[in-house]
């Protein structure tokens, strides 16, 4: 029996700096939102004295503080790629560049995963919200 190879994913320069804007504008709206999640917590923090309340309030704190984090870090990673980018594409070559296709590939998953977990903190974040709202 034969063996049928997976196509390979390629991709071009043009491809992947259309993929960082779309990740970067991503970025931008979670940016946007944490600010209107932690006015959210602001505006609890002052109605509520229980402990536990406070104490959640608090953990949340924290993640969108740990969120913010991580976003900071994936932009500075798609402006350190797009740095490698535009120097490749001064030479003259749209040459697919392996080793940044694989970094690439490995933000895409990284992405993923981050798109995930934000999720479920917003999800989460939501449910105390009409609890305690």
Known sequence: MEKTQKPEEVLF?????FEHRQWGSELAFWEDELKSFKNRLSELVNRWTDNNVLAQLE???NEFILHGRVIDDLQ???EQHEIRIAAQTKTGQDA???ILVKKHLEFRNRMET???IYADLKKEFFRFLSRYM
């Open 13 to 17: 320069n043009e491809d992947l700096h």
């Open 59 to 61: 953990h949340y704190q």
């Open 76 to 78: 500075e990673a798609i």
């Open 96 to 98: 697919l560049d392996t």
């Open 114 to 116: 981050q798109r995930q």
